[in-house]
């Protein structure tokens, strides 16, 4: 529990849970083992050097080392242990209280002992050399100061260049104090040269840069920012010390003309004269930054410490007072967040009258502090209003005179829930209004180079995500109040997401897609808005968001987009290609006066692009290296989905005949190579024999008789026929490539990513193809490409035939909102969770490119690699084989597992699996890292690396239903141990409802990962990570949902297919979904990433699944009881449907992950034992 709180980032809970365990005498599991205790220790003492509680940290550090008090620190040198536990904390701490005005001279005196026994003085002087330069300072002795101060630096180099390269966190910790350090020789260089701190230009100067410089506010943590600004103050402390000594004549005068820039203002309060003021304003100005910084890191006591003690400063000056009340308010409104609603109201409403009783006058003079006011009082407002209208009974848990105090705010006298919550909404409206008014003016009235743009792009969002939030609890029908200004919300959500776009701002440009989807539902409000302002804003800033807008074209609403598209089209056309042709296929358009001009507007568009038809003969090209076999499958597929439908669609079945005959029954098609050949050579007669010239007979067929004759065809052609290695045989155009002869240059595909402005000139053109092609051992044997760039490297592909991978392109669209999340995520960025992403680049529906990752390998490969010949003989999928026939009695195939799920009893299916499962040793995965190891720092680093990227992938994974998850769906990196997951044809629960063997587990956590992480297995680093990465998730649950709607807009062939699967199969489903719908199977599988993000039990989505893909099958009861668990073993079983905590949540995904009641009844080709 500690560990988890601390990780949330309350270490003084923490620090009080571990504090409880040291003292606790009684313990029902037995006495926990002297590590354990020392482990507690130190994770005490780190709490409280987080919270920079001097006195308890120094009081936590020497209670042990004797039982007197004060406590004797000789007693130190009596035991290594102290030496190496307790004495960097209590040197922390005692150096702390004494540069914060203490009188306690223990810790000199044992310095000053130190100093003269040599075995003491080296290791005092190899350790703590930054400590005894701070000493030094106190004492005024700066010449030994400077001695110790560049001792440390040399300590620095040397020890930081021996951490290796992979303990990234390491090294970032070392790098994390050298700010401090450097910090203490600049002000040692300052202090020993006196006509620095006898001018007021070079003081002032100091002041300055440390104004302007540092730490980060959410990656560096507060014990690093207590170094720095304590260090600050001091040496501010120190100069003034200094100053006082300097005779009034020659103190602070200035000779020499002022150097440029040297009347720049000390952090806005260059107008001070008196150099007290200007260090008494810096001191203020830095403390008030570290309180922000401990707010955004959630380390609510020190943000609380610092601010109480700033509160009398900041009464003095009118800008001091303001700024501390924002600041205040800003904290509250981050600290009520994980409360109940009632505690919310009593929290946030002790802002309002700090807030409301602000100096006016100030605030009318400067326009970013009168933004600022506004949108705080705003925003506490929407939090009372949102408190009040999720939980209606929590007025009456709170005290009347803070009743009294809302219902005068309202402006009702009833206290009724709605009227409150109304009250407080308008409110809240007409607060941020102003802010964005101000915000308006301000950038009406200066150049954007010249003003606050972080500042205005705040006031539009806060006012658009007001307004938004408002709509959306309207759309889902939930505690949705309808008061008049709603009808004017979409508009001015618009307008003002616009205006940031226009500031080029990164939130209103992750935000885009809620945008279309308002333009699509509200267009009487939206659409000429959109239509006219869009123009102003650059291009290219859309550009990650071309597939969203390629599927509005043939909408009433493209005239938002067509604007956009157009100039993406001009300036940078090879970023709009292929996703141009690939949703081209698939418009349809409207009969009707807007419907005709959306159709001149694309085949205007097309105009404009691939004017050489080079892109054309790229994709053409790309096709030839698609299995021919395998495009005929497809075929067969399609066709057959179309003769099974109650009106068949001639046009339809004329185009798929005319398609596939001319791709593989044409002598004279354009680009062939030998291989295509060969195949047209040995089946277009057999073609035209069974389905007629141009497939004339398919017409009239019957779709089972169809079925069996082209089936018939098809076993044929799979028998031996090795595809070749080389690129001529499939593409002579690829392999003879020569750029100098095309009419337009083609870019390597992948490059425009639209987070910054593309540059095309520079972009890496292609220049040929490397004439060896690698052959895959997967079903479709997609084929490796590397393309040779004009920048003289090497790109490879893989060349993946007869899939629509705009699904496995938006997923990885997906990750990099996610990645946007994490980052924006303190707990997250601080321990660098990022999804590790790569380009997927679609060209039409069934060809399409993805980047090839170098240095990686299959989980499968580097499992098996590791294993003895005797360890792979051993077999087990026989083992589990022979057991799945043994139950199912003449059923085979995939009949077998119905049978086993309705006979096997839960004890009887854990015997048997953990039977199987003792086949396969239990510590590849630890072997396999010791071998890539060289260190033993080197393997913790790998196997950390490994355990939190492949957590944090389980867990986004689980968010978007990624299924299908066996060992060779999984790639290691080599170099780094990170996980990246590939192939994503099974997403948004497919796998569970679709797949003939139902897929029970969330991910993939067998037995492997678990003894990789010995002794903590899930429960410690995998853990936290899932939690820390869910919670950032859950923290913006819109983000993700607006961008999972180009699902709904435009739908892949895979979820065209499924829809139809889904109809097929029925069920008692059918009567809560109208299937008259357009794009109702989207809408469900959107919806049911919601339900995951608002806290659904894993089981529960488990089983709505199931109800929707196998209600009719004889074992779907069995299926249900498997995914629910039970009480008495299941954690699931014992948790609500609904509204689970994160951690809950993680703790039943986890409990049915590594469940061996469900393992135990995978499809073998899952491999669970491994």
Same mark, same amino acid.
């Given at each position: 529990?500690?560990?988890?709180?601390?990780?949330?980032?309350?270490?003084?809970?923490?620090?009080?849970?571990?504090?409880?365990?040291?003292?606790?005498?009684?313990?029902?599991?037995?006495?926990?083992?002297?590590?354990?205790?020392?482990?507690?220790?130190?994770?005490?003492?780190?709490?409280?050097?987080?919270?920079?509680?001097?006195?308890?940290?120094?009081?936590?550090?020497?209670? @042990?080392?004797?039982?007197?008090?004060?406590?004797?620190?000789?007693?130190?040198?009596?035991?290594?242990?102290?030496?190496?536990?307790?004495?960097?904390?209590?040197?922390?701490?005692?150096?702390?209280?004494?540069?914060?005005? +203490?009188?306690?001279?223990?810790?000199?005196?044992?310095? *000053? @002992?130190?100093?003269?026994?040599?075995?003491? !003085?080296?290791?005092?002087?190899?350790?703590?050399?930054?400590?005894?330069?701070?000493?030094?300072?106190?004492?005024?002795?700066?010449?030994?100061?400077?001695?110790?101060?560049?001792?440390?630096?040399?300590?620095?180099?040397?020890?930081?260049?021996?951490?290796?390269?992979?303990?990234?966190?390491?090294?970032?910790?070392?790098?994390?104090?050298?700010?401090?350090?450097?910090?203490?020789?600049?002000?040692?260089?300052?202090?020993?040269?006196?006509?620095?701190?006898?001018?007021?230009?070079?003081?002032?100067?100091?002041?300055?840069?440390?104004?302007?410089?540092?730490?980060?506010?959410?990656?560096?943590?507060?014990?690093?920012?207590?170094?720095?600004?304590?260090?600050?103050?001091?040496?501010?402390?120190?100069?003034?010390?200094?100053?006082?000594? %300097?005779?009034?004549?020659?103190?602070?005068?200035?000779? +020499?003309?002022?150097?440029?820039?040297?009347?720049? +203002?000390?952090?806005?309060?260059?107008?001070?004269?008196?150099?007290?003021?200007?260090?008494?304003?810096?001191?203020?100005?830095?403390?008030?930054?570290?309180?922000?910084?401990?707010?955004?890191?959630?380390?609510?006591?020190?943000?609380?410490?610092?601010?109480?003690?700033?509160?009398?400063?900041?009464?003095?000056?009118?800008?001091?007072?303001?700024?501390?009340?924002?600041?205040?308010?800003?904290?509250?409104?981050?600290?009520?967040?994980?409360?109940?609603?009632?505690?919310?109201?009593?929290?946030?409403?002790?802002?309002?009258?700090?807030?409301?009783?602000?100096?006016?006058?100030?605030? @009318?003079?400067?326009?970013?502090?009168?933004?600022?006011?506004?949108?705080?009082?705003?925003?506490?407002?929407?939090?009372?209003?949102?408190?009040?209208?999720?939980?209606?009974?929590?007025?009456?848990?709170?005290?009347?005179?803070?009743?009294?105090?809302?219902?005068?705010?309202?402006?009702?006298?009833?206290?009724?829930?709605?009227?409150?919550?109304?009250?407080?909404?308008?409110?809240?409206?007409?607060?941020?209004?102003?802010? =964005?008014?101000?915000?308006?003016?301000?950038?009406?009235?200066?150049?954007?180079?010249?003003?606050?743009?972080? #500042?205005?792009?705040?006031?539009?969002?806060?006012?658009?995500?007001?307004?938004?939030?408002?709509?959306?609890?309207?759309?889902?029908?939930?505690?949705?109040?309808?008061?008049?200004?709603?009808?004017?919300?979409?508009?001015?959500?618009?307008?003002?997401?616009?205006?940031?776009?226009?500031?080029?701002?990164?939130?209103?440009?992750?935000?885009?897609?809620?945008?279309?989807?308002?333009?699509?539902?509200?267009?009487?409000?939206?659409?000429?808005?959109?239509?006219?302002? %869009?123009?102003?804003?650059?291009?290219?800033?859309?550009? /990650?968001?071309? /597939?969203?807008?390629?599927?509005?074209?043939?909408?009433?609403?493209?005239?938002?987009?067509?604007?956009?598209?157009?100039?993406?089209?001009?300036?940078?056309?090879?970023?709009?290609?292929?996703?141009?042709?690939?949703?081209?296929?698939?418009?349809?358009?409207?009969?009707?006066?807007?419907?005709?001009?959306?159709?001149?507007?694309?085949?205007?568009?097309?105009?404009?692009?691939?004017?050489?038809?080079?892109?054309?003969?790229?994709?053409?090209?790309?096709?030839?290296?698609?299995?021919?076999?395998?495009?005929?499958?497809?075929?067969?597929?399609?066709?057959?989905?179309?003769?099974?439908?109650?009106?068949?669609?001639?046009?339809?079945?004329?185009?798929?005949? &005319?398609?596939?005959?001319?791709?593989?029954?044409?002598?004279?098609?354009?680009?062939?190579?030998?291989?295509?050949?060969?195949?047209?050579?040995?089946?277009?007669?057999?073609?035209?024999?069974?389905?007629?010239?141009?497939?004339?007979?398919?017409?009239?067929?019957?779709?089972?008789?169809?079925?069996?004759?082209?089936?018939?065809?098809?076993?044929?052609?799979?028998?031996?026929?090795?595809?070749?290695?080389?690129?001529? +045989?499939?593409?002579?155009?690829?392999?003879?490539?020569?750029?100098?002869?095309?009419?337009?240059?083609?870019?390597?595909?992948?490059?425009?990513?639209?987070?910054?402005?593309?540059?095309?000139?520079?972009?890496?053109?292609?220049?040929?193809? &490397?004439?060896?092609?690698?052959?895959?051992?997967?079903?479709?044997?997609?084929?490796?490409?590397?393309?040779?760039?004009? &920048?003289?490297?090497?790109?490879?592909?893989?060349?993946?035939?007869?899939?629509?991978?705009?699904?496995?392109?938006?997923?990885?669209?997906?990750?990099?909102?996610?990645?946007?999340?994490?980052?924006?995520?303190?707990?997250?960025?601080?321990?660098?969770?990022?999804?590790?992403?790569?380009?997927?680049?679609?060209?039409?529906?069934?060809?399409?490119?993805?980047?090839?990752?170098?240095?990686?390998?299959?989980?499968?490969?580097?499992?098996?690699?590791?294993?003895?010949?005797?360890?792979?003989?051993?077999?087990?999928?026989?083992?589990?084989?022979?057991?799945?026939?043994?139950?199912? #009695?003449?059923?085979?195939?995939?009949?077998?597992?119905?049978?086993?799920?309705?006979?096997?009893?839960?004890?009887?299916?854990?015997?048997?699996?953990?039977?199987?499962?003792?086949?396969?040793?239990?510590?590849?995965?630890?072997?396999?890292?010791?071998?890539?190891?060289?260190?033993?720092?080197?393997?913790?680093?790998?196997?950390?690396?490994?355990?939190?990227?492949?957590?944090?992938?389980?867990?986004?994974?689980?968010?978007?239903?990624?299924?299908?998850?066996?060992?060779?769906?999984?790639?290691?990196?080599?170099?780094?141990? #990170?996980?990246?997951?590939?192939?994503?044809?099974? =997403?948004?629960?497919?796998?569970?409802?679709?797949?003939?063997?139902?897929?029970?587990?969330?991910?993939?956590?067998?037995?492997?990962?678990?003894?990789?992480?010995?002794?903590?297995?899930?429960?410690?680093?995998?853990?936290?990570?899932?939690?820390?990465?869910?919670?950032?998730?859950?923290?913006?649950? &819109?983000?993700?949902?607006?961008?999972?709607?180009?699902?709904?807009?435009?739908?892949?062939?895979?979820?065209?297919?499924?829809?139809?699967?889904?109809?097929?199969?029925?069920?008692?489903?059918? =009567?809560?979904?109208?299937?008259?719908?357009?794009?109702?199977?989207?809408?469900?599988?959107? @919806?049911?990433?919601?339900? !995951?993000?608002?806290?659904?039990?894993?089981?529960?989505?488990?089983?709505?699944?199931?109800?929707?893909?196998?209600?009719?099958?004889?074992?779907?009861?069995?299926?249900?009881?498997?995914?629910? #668990?039970?009480?008495?073993?299941?954690?699931?079983?014992?948790?609500?449907?609904?509204?689970?905590?994160?951690?809950?949540?993680?703790?039943?995904?986890?409990?049915?992950?590594? *469940?061996?009641?469900?393992?135990?009844?995978?499809?073998?080709?899952?491999?669970?034992?491994?």
């Amino acid at each position: 529990m500690a560990l988890l709180v601390e990780a949330k980032g309350d270490y003084a809970e923490a620090a009080r849970l571990y504090d409880e365990a040291l003292n606790k005498d009684d313990w029902p599991d037995g006495q926990p083992i002297e590590e354990e205790k020392d482990f507690w220790e130190i994770a005490a003492l780190e709490c409280y050097d987080h919270l920079t509680e001097w006195k308890a940290l120094a009081c936590c550090a020497t209670v @042990n080392i004797d039982e007197k008090l004060p406590a004797n620190l000789e007693n130190i040198w009596n035991d290594p242990f102290y030496q190496d536990t307790y004495l960097p904390y209590v040197m922390r701490s005692k150096v702390k209280l004494l540069q914060l005005g +203490e009188e306690d001279q223990s810790l000199l005196t044992f310095i *000053d @002992n130190a100093m003269k026994v040599e075995e003491k !003085k080296s290791l005092i002087e190899t350790h703590y050399n930054q400590e005894l330069a701070l000493l030094y300072i106190l004492q005024d002795d700066f010449d030994r100061a400077k001695y110790y101060a560049e001792n440390c630096m040399q300590v620095f180099v040397q020890n930081y260049s021996s951490i290796d390269t992979l303990m990234y966190k390491s090294r970032l910790t070392k790098l994390q104090h050298i700010q401090a350090l450097t910090e203490v020789q600049d002000f040692l260089d300052f202090i020993t040269k006196p006509y620095c701190y006898n001018s007021q230009d070079s003081v002032k100067r100091l002041l300055r840069i440390w104004t302007n410089r540092y730490p980060d506010a959410k990656m560096d943590p507060i014990n690093v920012w207590d170094d720095i600004i304590t260090n600050r103050c001091f040496f501010l402390d120190k100069i003034q010390e200094h100053l006082a000594k %300097v005779p009034g004549d020659d103190s602070m005068e200035v000779d +020499e003309a002022a150097s440029p820039g040297s009347e720049m +203002e000390v952090d806005g309060y260059g107008d001070e004269t008196d150099i007290g003021s200007m260090i008494k304003c810096c001191k203020f100005t830095m403390k008030l930054k570290m309180a922000e910084s401990a707010r955004k890191q959630n380390n609510f006591p020190v943000a609380t410490k610092l601010l109480k003690e700033l509160h009398r400063e900041s009464k003095s000056r009118d800008d001091w007072l303001i700024k501390w009340v924002h600041s205040y308010s800003r904290f509250i409104h981050n600290r009520c967040q994980n409360q109940s609603s009632s505690e919310q109201i009593s929290t946030v409403i002790k802002t309002i009258p700090l807030l409301e009783e602000s100096k006016q006058d100030y605030l @009318n003079k400067n326009s970013w502090a009168f933004r600022d006011h506004n949108i705080l009082l705003g925003t506490t407002y929407h939090i009372i209003g949102n408190a009040v209208n999720k939980d209606p009974t929590s007025l009456e848990s709170i005290e009347q005179n803070k009743v009294n105090q809302l219902l005068e705010s309202s402006g009702t006298t009833t206290a009724s829930a709605e009227q409150v919550a109304t009250g407080m909404y308008r409110k809240a409206l007409n607060y941020l209004k102003v802010a =964005a008014r101000k915000a308006e003016e301000v950038v009406q009235s200066r150049a954007v180079d010249y003003m606050d743009t972080a #500042g205005a792009i705040e006031a539009y969002m806060s006012l658009a995500e007001f307004c938004d939030k408002r709509l959306r609890e309207k759309e889902e029908k939930r505690n949705a109040i309808d008061f008049h200004e709603t009808q004017t919300f979409p508009a001015l959500v618009a307008e003002n997401m616009l205006k940031a776009l226009k500031l080029n701002s990164k939130e209103a440009r992750l935000r885009f897609p809620r945008l279309l989807q308002l333009v699509e539902w509200y267009p009487a409000e939206t659409l000429d808005l959109m239509a006219s302002e %869009v123009s102003s804003i650059p291009c290219w800033q859309f550009i /990650g968001w071309i /597939g969203q807008m390629m599927a509005l074209l043939d909408k009433p609403v493209a005239v938002a987009v067509q604007h956009i598209l157009e100039e993406i089209a001009e300036y940078y056309p090879q970023a709009i290609d292929y996703p141009f042709m690939i949703s081209s296929e698939n418009f349809s358009f409207e009969n009707s006066a807007c419907g005709h001009k959306n159709k001149e507007f694309v085949n205007r568009l097309k105009s404009k692009l691939d004017k050489g038809e080079v892109v054309t003969d790229f994709i053409h090209a790309l096709e030839q290296l698609t299995n021919p076999e395998m495009i005929f499958k497809d075929w067969v597929d399609d066709m057959s989905n179309e003769l099974e439908k109650p009106q068949k669609d001639k046009a339809c079945l004329k185009k798929l005949c &005319d398609d596939m005959f001319s791709n593989l029954a044409n002598f004279q098609a354009p680009g062939l190579g030998v291989f295509r050949t060969k195949f047209i050579k040995a089946y277009a007669k057999q073609f035209e024999d069974k389905f007629g010239k141009g497939g004339t007979k398919v017409l009239t067929m019957k779709a089972k008789d169809f079925r069996e004759t082209a089936m018939s065809l098809f076993d044929k052609m799979r028998g031996p026929n090795p595809e070749p290695g080389n690129l001529k +045989e499939y593409s002579p155009w690829m392999s003879e490539f020569k750029p100098e002869f095309l009419k337009n240059e083609l870019e390597i595909p992948g490059q425009y990513d639209g987070k910054s402005k593309p540059m095309p000139e520079y972009h890496t053109k292609i220049i040929g193809f &490397d004439e060896r092609v690698k052959v895959m051992a997967s079903i479709r044997r997609p084929k490796r490409l590397i393309i040779r760039g004009n &920048d003289e490297k090497d790109h490879p592909f893989l060349v993946k035939g007869g899939e629509d991978l705009r699904q496995d392109q938006r997923i990885e669209q997906l990750f990099d909102v996610m990645n946007i999340i994490l980052s924006q995520d303190v707990a997250c960025s601080q321990r660098n969770l990022q999804l590790k992403t790569y380009q997927v680049i679609p060209m039409t529906t069934r060809i399409g490119l993805i980047e090839w990752l170098e240095n990686t390998c299959t989980l499968k490969e580097f499992l098996i690699n590791n294993m003895t010949e005797d360890e792979r003989n051993r077999k087990p999928s026989a083992q589990y084989s022979d057991w799945l026939s043994k139950l199912a #009695g003449k059923n085979t195939g995939v009949l077998r597992y119905c049978q086993m799920y309705i006979k096997a009893s839960r004890t009887e299916t854990i015997r048997a699996f953990r039977s199987i499962e003792g086949l396969v040793p239990e510590d590849l995965l630890r072997r396999a890292f010791m071998k890539m190891s060289t260190t033993p720092e080197a393997f913790l680093a790998l196997r950390s690396h490994f355990a939190s990227s492949h957590a944090l992938m389980c867990v986004s994974h689980w968010l978007l239903g990624i299924g299908d998850r066996h060992l060779s769906n999984f790639m290691i990196n080599m170099e780094t141990g #990170g996980m990246v997951g590939i192939d994503f044809g099974h =997403a948004f629960g497919s796998a569970t409802q679709f797949l003939p063997v139902p897929e029970l587990m969330p991910f993939r956590l067998t037995r492997q990962f678990l003894n990789l992480m010995l002794p903590m297995k899930e429960s410690g680093l995998i853990y936290s990570v899932m939690i820390h990465g869910l919670r950032a998730y859950r923290t913006h649950p &819109d983000l993700l949902l607006n961008t999972m709607d180009v699902f709904v807009k435009e739908p892949s062939l895979d979820w065209k297919n499924f829809e139809i699967k889904q109809l097929k199969k029925g069920g008692t489903w059918t =009567a809560e979904v109208n299937t008259n719908e357009i794009n109702w199977y989207p809408v469900q599988k959107v @919806n049911c990433a919601r339900q !995951k993000l608002e806290g659904a039990n894993p089981s529960l989505i488990t089983c709505n699944e199931l109800h929707l893909g196998h209600e009719k099958m004889p074992a779907y009861k069995s299926y249900i009881a498997v995914a629910k #668990g039970e009480e008495s073993h299941n954690i699931r079983a014992q948790k609500h449907d609904e509204k689970l905590s994160v951690e809950t949540q993680v703790a039943c995904l986890i409990d049915q992950a590594t *469940d061996p009641n469900i393992l135990g009844r995978v499809w073998e080709g899952w491999e669970p034992w491994m």
